[in-house]
């Protein structure tokens, strides 16, 4: 068995126990289940982890519980062990989820714009590490180093944090630097690189110093083809190059090539504040998330959109930031 099948069985088993007999799964109506989706609802303040695509249809054709078939999900304020972090208000608006794989084990990477960033193993539901960057922050993203090791970008601090998290699950030790805007992060785990998208620029840091007492130098800077750079996801159909959302388009950047070029989706309403993007590995469909602006927050939706074939699922009654493919990328053997 693949290890993409294992992947899906687990998901597909406990999303039974927890969605109860009301679902039906993709493959009794003839469709291959996908990978599972990851959302953040500011609505229930809570990471959702979603049946695929397809079992999301298939949901909705045949009459499923309310369209939300949850396989896991974490939310800070039912966590005891960040308690003492005060969730009530830095875990306000939170506004990441990241999938990543270290030792054998799943971790969910998130933040919120209250100031949490939190790194939560999937397993068992605990707190591995997290943080209160302050309510004047705003983390926007994070990312999990080889070592143990977190990154997190703050858009309204203007910088980016390399906490040494190996040290312990609260430590607060790290390095910085400064970039106005800091809305992405990624590791490319091919370099070693720790890119950072801001406003204006998306900019290669190189890791040095101890997992004790890291160092983050510039190695490269590019500057964006316009302003307002929020996510920053890699292609996974072609390893080394990204995703890379601004204000008004989507882009896909060569680093080799040192080449934005510019996706064209449905329409140019669709290109415009995507907040979150990715691929589905295997097929190549894109999953973007963009405001919708019918609800009550200028900036959330209630909508997952795909690209490439095109298609929408809606969830009412959710504020969803970002939605990203819930899988298996690794940060360390």
Same mark, same amino acid.
């Given at each position: 068995m693949s290890k993409r099948a294992r992947v899906w069985r687990a998901a597909a088993g406990l999303a039974a126990l927890v969605v109860g007999? %009301?679902?039906?799964?993709? +493959? +009794?109506? #003839?469709?291959?289940?996908? /990978?599972?989706? +990851?959302?953040?609802?500011?609505?229930?303040?809570?990471?959702?982890?979603?049946?695929? @695509?397809? &079992?999301?249809?298939? !949901?909705? +054709?045949? #009459? %499923?519980?309310?369209?939300? =078939?949850?396989?896991?999900? /974490?939310?800070? $304020?039912?966590?005891? $062990?960040?308690?003492? !972090?005060d969730p009530r208000r830095s875990w306000e608006h939170p506004d990441e989820a990241k999938s990543r794989v270290r030792h054998g084990r799943r971790y969910l990477l998130t933040t919120a714009s209250g100031g949490l960033a939190a790194v939560v193993d999937t397993t068992t539901g605990a707190v591995a590490w997290a943080t209160d960057t302050g309510p004047a922050a705003n983390p926007h993203s994070a990312e999990l180093l080889p070592d143990g090791n977190v990154a997190v970008a703050a858009s309204t601090g203007g910088w980016v944090r390399l906490y040494a998290a190996s040290l312990g699950p609260r430590s607060t030790a790290h390095a910085e630097?400064?970039? =106005?805007?800091?809305?992405?992060?990624?590791?490319? %785990?091919?370099? #070693?690189?720790?890119?950072?998208?801001?406003? &204006?620029?998306l900019t290669a840091l190189r890791v040095g110093g101890t997992a004790a007492a890291p160092t983050l130098t510039a190695e490269r800077t590019v500057p964006l083809p316009e302003r307002g750079g929020h996510d920053l996801a890699p292609v996974l159909a072609a390893p080394g190059r990204f995703w890379v959302s601004t204000a008004a388009h989507l882009w896909r950047y060569d680093p080799a090539a040192d080449r934005f070029s510019r996706i064209r989706l449905g329409s140019e309403r669709a290109e415009r504040e995507i907040k979150s993007?990715? $691929?589905? =590995? %295997?097929?190549?469909? !894109?999953?973007? @998330?963009?405001?919708?602006? *019918?609800? =009550?927050?200028?900036?959330? *939706?209630?909508?997952? *959109?795909l690209h490439r074939p095109d298609g929408a699922r809606s969830l009412p009654g959710t504020h969803l930031y970002k939605a990203r493919w819930w899988t298996s990328w690794g940060s360390g053997a």
């Open positions: 007999t %009301g679902a039906v799964p993709a +493959a +009794a109506v #003839g469709i291959r289940p996908g /990978w599972a989706v +990851a959302v953040v609802d500011q609505a229930s303040r809570r990471v959702l982890v979603l049946q695929s @695509a397809e &079992e999301l249809s298939a !949901l909705a +054709a045949f #009459g %499923g519980q309310d369209g939300r =078939p949850v396989v896991w999900s /974490w939310s800070a $304020d039912a966590a005891g $062990d960040v308690r003492d !972090l630097f400064r970039l =106005p805007g800091a809305h992405g992060l990624h590791r490319d %785990g091919r370099t #070693g690189l720790l890119w950072a998208l801001g406003d &204006e620029t993007v990715g $691929d589905e =590995p %295997g097929t190549g469909r !894109l999953l973007t @998330a963009a405001p919708d602006h *019918t609800g =009550p927050c200028s900036w959330c *939706t209630s909508v997952l *959109t």
